[in-house]
């Protein structure tokens, strides 16, 4: 739904009143040219947006910006100024803040301390870091965010959504004059997004600048000034918001047309021809019963049944994630009883739920799902080695064969089958996550946030191949953040709240705000 529109700042009449501005950037990896003459200028007190499909070369320009990476060729400007950012660090001496989509956090220390990891505050002539201080500031910006986490909470044992959060509100305690979000709400339910669309406004009003990518369509629309579009690594255009529309937007980013019936979720808006529930049910492919984790979630029940996409709903927090890791063995539950076909069973890790024909796609694919540093074809192929071994030998020509047939299944752009994996886009990556999973042939599937991150072209191959995966018969679990595409792709709908069921839904008959009202704590 686009609504709640923000104030649009004056777009500046000099020079100089550009924070940053960036000429004729280029960038290459071993072979991919990532970006070639991109151009961009940010202005003081505005949110401008960068947009484009995976591997537009969004991340790249960004990771130019913060001085992660180092441009081959081009100049980068700062309130006038040309500058050469060496690293992160440099850059946020500059006044340079940056949201990572992927997490990069130090899982071992506190809330607090990675909040001010490198710049903690000091008391005394012998410099002791000021805990009490730090403790102070932490918990006022975890209550300004809303964000339900201790500061004393070690950030390893944090959700990947309560992680975002606490970045989030670290990029916001530098108060930098130029904030930099890459994709800050993928992981966020609405109460939070919202919540950080009005810092975003504070910001604005302090003269801050944002530089803001997102997939969201209906985000964009709700808080952006300033739209800069790139494909293919090349600069398209630069509008301001009034002088677009959804659909004009994505023919910028596409450069072709997009099947929209599998994309209108995104927009807010459910397809005409969602597919009705199966009926009458066949027996439950996987039934849970009384389902409790101490801190997660309490007595859970339900079925899924094959040919059915349940969808799980609920705010951050809530225990949607720990509660399908524990059918796929990840975080075990402590008590409850769990059926596969009718059968009892015990699933204690992944290798047990994988033999029990359950399959998992993880909401942190960099951290859970791949192995980077590793090719495509072996992504693919490593959780199911054995299919392609003969006593302790690889056969190297079958595994070839099944990635080259995935690659070209999924559509996956890649240079060939030996390309890294952490040289891809986000959607090409999570099409390998998904692909690695199919090929176990599952009976159950767990999507959980799967298109976290995703382009909207690519949702438009994501959101039929769900539906068909349906279809042929695997019983399906979706977790999402995202209400549209909960409500456009499920068969029935469970919301938690605080670790407990507090309803079911026909989503042919339910709304987003009835489900926030369900979801939302008592």
Known sequence: MIENRMLDAPIPSRSEDWLLQAEGLAKSFPGVQALQGVRLAVAQGRVHAVLGENGAGKSTLMRLLTGEEQPDQGVIRLRGQTVVIRNPHHALTLGIAMIHQELQVFPALTVTENLFMGREPQRGILGWIDRARMMTEARRLLQLLNIPVSPLARMGDLSVAQMQGVEIAKALSVQAGLVIMDEPTSALSEPEVSALFRIIADLKQQGTAILYVSHKLDEIFRIADTVTVLRDGRHIATRNISELNPEKLIDLMAGRELNLAGARPVLGVRPDNKPS???PKPAAALSARELTRQGAYTDISFDV????????????????????SALYGLCPADRGSVFING??????SPREGMALGIAMVTEDRRGQGLVLPMSVKHNLTLANL????????ILTNQENRLADEQIR?????ARDRNQKVEHLSGGNQQKIVLAKALLGEPKVLILDEPTRGIDIGTKSELYPWIRQLARSGLAVILVSSELPEILALSDRIMVLRQGRLSAELDPRQTTQEEILKFAMPT
């Open 409 to 413: 299944a999924y559509r996956i752009k």
């Open 277 to 279: 529930p199966p009926s």
């Open 386 to 393: 054995k299919r392609y071994c003969w006593g302790p030998f």
């Open 305 to 324: 049944h094959p040919g059915e996409i349940l969808g799980l709903a609920g705010l951050m927090g809530a225990g949607r994630t720990e509660l399908v």
């Open 343 to 348: 059968q009892p069973v015990k699933i204690r």
